[in-house]
């Protein structure tokens, strides 16, 4: 940072000066691994902590390493799948191969989730974790956690996102928030792992506290905590937003193999239905509260198509659902019923 900026914070902000201030290597190893023995620890724990002692100040060497971590997953994960749609031959496992993306509409989306990354998720990515070290977790520290116990910290918030996620979203299905915060994103009726953070600003604070929100409550109960697992379930997480919204349903994709894992066939409905599947990587949410039913109606009338005129049933299917899903959306606009919420909670019937 230049001297005129520094002087500048120095004057008019000082707390946040001060987390730009930077020390020599000597000075940071001494400060941060006086008693520790780094010859002792392993490849990945000593390049761990040559990285702080590089970079001279914990907090700014965590922000920096978490943003970047961030947009080299999402773009790294997003990216092939544009190239896999550019390719005929996968196109036998496109959930609806009548519906196309141009240049324009990849673009657009580039230039929106860009935006929000620098503007709303590089704040909010940079805060966290002062403020979960506050309350305990490990940043620069060496050695890790163990395998177990970093596994059990990510289930837990797999499971806590997945509910926040799901009311989160169901909310924001209602009118108000619809028309003016969660339609941006369903300008994807087919959508592409791109378009997995491509939403209005809002929209990206609300559904990142599901993400956040795990650690940090996880903090204020336990202090064994090491951002190496929140990184480690960052990466899973975006993993499985781009995923979902892929718009392929392999094989070999995971929900073929864990049965309850949502996958892209389930959000991938939700983009072309509208009111069904606001789960994120569960289904039990779904499952439990009947916001899946037209989901299993549509899947049911696909399986008992017979093979010869299969492609034909399923694009009438498709644009079935599709018509649908504009003529629910278009109630909700209009501050009409909700279909979704006349679902009796519990029994997975219409009141």
């Excluded at 994960?77 to 496992?93: C, K, N, T, V």
């Excluded at 995923?243 to 070999?252: E, L, N, R």
């Excluded at 009438?316 to 919420?341: D, F, H, I, Y």
């Amino acid at each position: 940072m230049s001297a005129v900026a520094m002087d500048f914070l120095q004057k008019y902000a000082p707390v946040v000066a001060d987390q730009f201030v930077t020390m020599n290597s000597t000075q940071t190893q001494n400060a941060l691994y006086g008693d520790v023995n780094l010859e002792a620890l392993s490849w990945l724990e000593r390049t761990w902590a040559s990285y702080y002692i590089w970079m001279g100040n914990p907090v700014l060497a965590t922000g920096v390493m978490s943003f970047l971590l961030h947009e080299i997953v999402y773009f790294g994960r997003a990216i092939p799948w544009l190239i896999i749609d550019a390719i005929p031959y996968f196109h036998q496992w496109k959930l609806q191969p009548d519906k196309h993306i141009t240049k324009e509409q990849i673009w657009k989306c580039t230039k929106v989730v860009l935006l929000t990354h620098f503007t709303c998720e590089l704040p909010l990515i940079y805060a966290f974790h002062p403020i979960c070290c506050y309350f305990g977790m490990a940043t620069y520290e060496v050695p890790f956690s163990s395998l177990g116990l970093m596994a059990a910290q990510i289930a837990f918030f797999f499971v806590f996102e997945d509910m926040f996620h799901y009311w989160a979203h169901r909310g924001l299905h209602y009118g108000p928030f619809y028309k003016n915060i969660h339609k941006l994103h369903h300008e994807f009726s087919a959508p592409i792992g791109l378009a997995a953070e491509y939403a209005h600003p809002l929209e990206v604070l609300i559904l990142a506290q599901g993400t956040i929100s795990g650690p940090f409550l996880y903090c204020l109960f336990r202090k064994d905590l090491h951002i190496l697992t929140v990184y480690l379930w960052i990466t899973l997480r975006l993993w499985q937003a781009v995923d979902a919204h892929s718009g392929y349903d392999f094989p070999w994709s995971l929900r073929h193999i864990i049965p309850f894992w949502a996958g892209a066939d389930h959000h991938d409905y939700h983009h072309m239905a509208f009111t069904n599947c606001f789960s994120t990587s569960f289904r039990w949410w779904d499952f439990t509260l009947g916001t899946d039913s037209k989901y299993h109606a549509y899947k049911k009338r696909l399986a008992a198509a017979k093979a010869s005129p299969r492609a034909k049933i399923e694009a009438e299917e498709n644009e079935r659902a599709t018509q649908e899903g504009l003529e629910a959306e278009r109630l909700v606009l209009m501050g009409g019923p909700n279909k979704v919420e006349q679902i009796k909670i519990g029994t997975g019937k219409k009141q």
